[in-house]
């Protein structure tokens, strides 16, 4: 069972929030220094149980997935699959929280996650995934939960999961470009489109995720707004 957050007695960092229960970003940078953030349960973000501030979630949980979560079968050199899960879930990430965060209910056990990238051995066999993944859960389990994820045997195309169901999916262009022999864009046009990518793989999910959280919070369906 989930924890319900973690409570101290530090004032929340977060703009507005008022609460005394905050607890301190658990990151340690190379040189030793703490985090000077602190959080309480309702602004914090879990990383392998332990609070963290929105920036510090992300770092963990990609430093994390350097090892590969040890058990976990290492990728081959050349196998680009789980790097772009990575950095496709790198760039989508800060959006993904700064959504599920906002979905959570104030005083309520609602917790956010964000998962590591690991690699999923689908049981009727076929080719590994690798998967990030981020989820909004309460003491009574996960609320709304979505994946990035690169099947080896679909590489280079990204997938966007929402619970099961893939939402959204496409070829990252600056791969597409290389693949077509054509020379990398000028930087604001290569910025430009690859926001659109991450535009178009985020906002499909949107709705799926707000659904599934109506339904697991018993809410009419069309309830929270879009
Ligand atoms: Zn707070
Ligand atoms: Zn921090």
Same mark, same amino acid.
């Given at each position: 069972?989930? &924890? ?6 530090? +004032? ?6 008022? #609460? ?9 940078? #190379?040189?030793?220094?703490?985090? +000077? *953030?602190? /959080?309480? +349960? ?17 770092? *963990? ?27 496709? @879930?790198?760039?989508?990430?800060? $959006? ?10 104030? @005083? ?21 995934? /690798?998967?990030?993944? /981020? %989820?909004?859960?309460?003491? *009574?389990?996960?609320?709304? %939960? ?14 966007? $999961? ?10 990252? +262009? /600056?791969?597409? #470009?290389?693949?077509? @022999?054509?020379?990398?864009? &000028? !930087? ?22 707000? &659904? ?7 809410? !009419?369906? @069309?309830?929270?707004?879009?």
């Amino acid at each position: 069972m989930p &924890a319900p957050g973690v409570q101290g007695s530090l +004032p929340c960092s977060e703009h507005g929030c008022e #609460r005394h229960d905050a607890v301190a970003c658990a990151y340690v940078d #190379r040189r030793r220094r703490p985090c +000077p *953030t602190a /959080w309480c +349960p309702d602004h914090q973000i879990l990383v392998s149980g332990l609070p963290h501030c929105r920036r510090h979630a992300r770092i *963990t949980a990609s430093a994390a997935s350097d090892e590969f979560q040890g058990g976990q079968a290492l990728p081959d050199l050349e196998n680009r699959s789980p790097s772009l899960a990575d950095y496709v @879930g790198d760039a989508l990430e800060p $959006r993904i929280l700064d959504f599920l965060v906002g979905l959570r209910r104030p @005083g309520s056990y609602d917790q956010v996650a964000a998962e590591p990238v690991h690699v999923i051995h689908p049981t009727a066999g076929g080719a590994r995934r /690798w998967d990030r993944t /981020w %989820k909004l859960y309460d003491h *009574t389990g996960v609320q709304a %939960k979505v994946s990035v994820e690169v099947d080896e045997s679909r590489d280079p195309e990204v997938l966007v $999961r929402v619970g099961r169901h893939v939402v959204s999916q496409a070829v990252p +262009p /600056w791969i597409e #470009r290389r693949r077509q @022999g054509l020379p990398p864009l &000028a !930087p604001s046009d290569d910025s430009a489109q690859r926001e659109r990518f991450y535009a178009a793989l985020w906002e499909p999910a949107i709705g799926p995720l707000l &659904a599934d959280l109506e339904e697991s919070r018993g809410l !009419p369906s @069309g309830s929270l707004p879009r």
